[in-house]
Each structure stands twice: as structure tokens, then as C-alpha cells.
């Protein structure tokens, strides 16, 4: 008796694994659908920033299955020629401090261009300025986010902290 018990216990784990795999499926398109809306709301948000229209095109492209996989981050590269380098060094007498303080500088601004939408075609002044906007931008989001959280979690928007502003208007901030 306990070997006819068995096959239906597997048939059952089975079938319990389709299910999980299944709902493991829906769970990561409807957080593909969240995050394209939520990337969508965001660029309108921008009011037209270079940031904000290249969100909007990111967000507007459907994913395809293939494209479902988690894509690895892209490291900064930083390419100076030698020819560069040499005529930089030799412009400043050599100082290698300076040297090394550029190269971490052009580093920094390699990731800001991966990590701001559009940022990979930005000059240095525009792509700061961009920075600064699109951070404030997600600042807000988060707020946005964290209120919606607490609502649907049933903790109501009273548990959020406010802020006021000079104009007298309260805004639900974020957490630091």
C-alpha cells in the first residue's frame, strides 16, 4: 500500500512545482508591467527633460522573452589614449596626483552616464545638471511609492511623516 501512495505524492509535488513555476511567471510580468508604468509616469513627470525622454522611450518598448533574463550592469570603462595621457603629463610637468585625481574623476562620470537615462551622450555641465533633477525626480517617486504602500498595506497615509513648505502646502516625504 505505501508504493501506490507514493506515485500520487509525486504526481501532486509535480504539479505543485507547474503551479509555483506558473505564478512565478505572472508575478515577474506584472512587475515588468509595474515598472514600465511606473518608469512611464516618471518620464511624464520630467517635464521634458533629456532624462525623462529617454525614460519614456525605455519605458514604451515591450520586453521580449528573451529579454526577460535580469541584464548584467555595465561597467564604466574609461578609454584614454596614450597619446593623451602623454601630452596631459607632459603639459603639467608629469604630476601623477592630478593624473589619478582625473581618471577617478572621468570614472564618476562614466557611471553617472550608465545610471541617468540618456546620460550616455551628455557633456560633464548637462549630465549634473540632469543628475540633479532626475535624483529629485526619484526622491519623489519614492514618496509617491511609499504612500501607496502604506495605504494598500492598510496602514493609511497617517503613517507617513509630512513636510511643510514655505507656501504652506504638506508633502508626504520619504524616509532618509
Do not use: N
Request: aromatic content about 2%.
Amino acid at each position: 500500500m505505501l508504493t501506490m501512495d507514493h506515485p500520487v505524492v509525486e504526481a501532486f509535488v509535480e504539479g505543485d512545482d507547474a503551479m509555483q513555476q506558473q505564478q512565478h511567471h505572472l508575478v515577474g510580468e506584472r512587475g515588468q508591467r509595474i515598472k514600465a508604468a511606473v518608469e512611464l509616469a516618471l518620464a511624464r513627470s520630467s517635464q521634458g527633460r533629456h532624462w525623462g525622454r529617454a525614460l519614456g522611450r525605455r519605458a514604451l518598448v515591450l520586453p521580449t522573452k528573451d529579454a526577460a533574463a535580469v541584464p548584467t550592469p555595465r561597467q564604466p570603462q574609461v578609454m584614454k589614449s596614450q597619446a593623451t595621457t602623454t601630452s596631459l603629463e607632459a603639459a603639467r610637468g608629469g604630476d601623477e596626483d592630478d593624473d589619478q585625481e582625473e581618471v577617478v574623476v572621468e570614472e564618476k562620470v562614466a557611471l553617472l552616464r550608465q545610471l541617468v537615462p540618456g546620460g550616455e551622450d551628455m557633456e560633464v555641465d548637462g549630465l549634473l545638471e540632469e543628475t540633479a533633477d532626475y535624483i529629485a525626480a526619484l526622491k519623489q517617486q519614492v514618496g509617491v511609492m511609499r504612500a501607496l504602500a502604506c495605504m494598500l498595506s492598510g496602514a493609511g497615509i497617517d503613517a507617513l511623516p509630512e513636510k511643510a513648505t514655505t507656501d504652506g502646502h504638506v508633502i508626504i516625504a520619504p524616509e532618509k
